[in-house]
């Protein structure tokens, strides 16, 4: 069974540019989950798609953040315009469970893109 | 979201059994215990997953007692591949799961 895909591995801009980053779930994977990742820190959760809906992005900044799921598949996310606090690696996650199912899955996750802003 | 506490940093020997333990006092009822494991310029990987008492697969167990505050991590006979940073998540899977910063697990000859 292939993996989570993502593309690029590694991206430099240069702050203010605009960064666009992309996603390919595990077949049949219903949920999509983009993360943030800091050097030194845990993932922290940006959105999280059910389908091609949302189900929670509390924690993306959507002044610059932008993040979409169409056909409720492969995902992008974007950064405009990027700030040097943006620097870290993206992960995406997929899962085969529903939100509010009741029962318990395991996510995969993709190799990440590591993003640098200078 | 329950908070989790855990240790910082462990150091082990190869071959010893390594137990990391993560503090969830204010677990829901629906949440469940879920570990990852990350090794460096990787995505987390899912270890193991349990509600209550004890749940053992190929790679480790996952002991919980019965007020579910706490649970355990523990990981037979460690191997230096074993050295990664493992990440105690609580919550109900469907939603968002906070990763915190981790365990980071040192395994020495």
């Known amino acids: 069974e292939a993996g989570v895909a993502q593309s690029p591995r590694y991206k430099i801009i240069e702050k203010r540019q605009s960064v666009a980053f992309w996603c390919n779930p595990i077949?049949?994977?219903?949920?999509l989950y983009w993360y943030q990742q800091i050097l030194g820190q845990g993932p922290k959760l940006l959105i999280q798609?059910?389908?091609?809906?949302?189900?929670?992005d509390s924690q993306l900044p959507k002044d610059r953040f932008s993040a979409e799921r169409l056909k409720g598949v492969d995902s992008t996310l974007k950064i405009q315009p990027a700030k040097l606090e943006d620097s870290a690696v993206y992960l995406c996650?997929?899962?085969?469970?529903?939100?509010?199912?009741?029962?318990?899955?395991?996510?995969?996750f993709g190799p990440g893109t590591r993003l640098t802003v200078t | 979201l329950a908070k989790t506490t855990q240790p910082i940093s462990m150091d082990s020997y190869e071959g010893q059994e390594v137990n990391i333990t993560c503090s969830h006092n204010?677990?829901?009822?629906?949440?469940?215990i879920t570990w990852y494991q990350q090794f460096p310029s990787q995505g987390p990987r899912f270890i193991i997953q349990?509600?209550?008492t004890k749940v053992t697969n190929e790679v480790a167990s996952l002991f919980i007692p019965a007020d579910r505050k706490s649970s355990t991590l523990s990981l037979p006979r460690v191997s230096l591949s074993d050295t990664a940073v493992y990440y105690c998540?609580?919550?109900?899977?469907?939603?968002?799961?906070?990763f915190g910063k981790g365990t980071s697990l040192l395994v020495t000859p």
């Open positions: 996650a997929s899962s085969s469970g529903l939100a509010g199912a009741g029962w318990a899955w395991e996510q995969y």
């Open positions: 077949s049949g994977h219903a949920t």
């Open positions: 798609f059910q389908n091609n809906g949302v189900v929670d």
């Open positions: 204010n677990i829901a009822t629906n949440d469940y």
């Open positions: 349990g509600y209550k």
């Open positions: 998540l609580v919550g109900d899977p469907g939603y968002a799961l906070s």
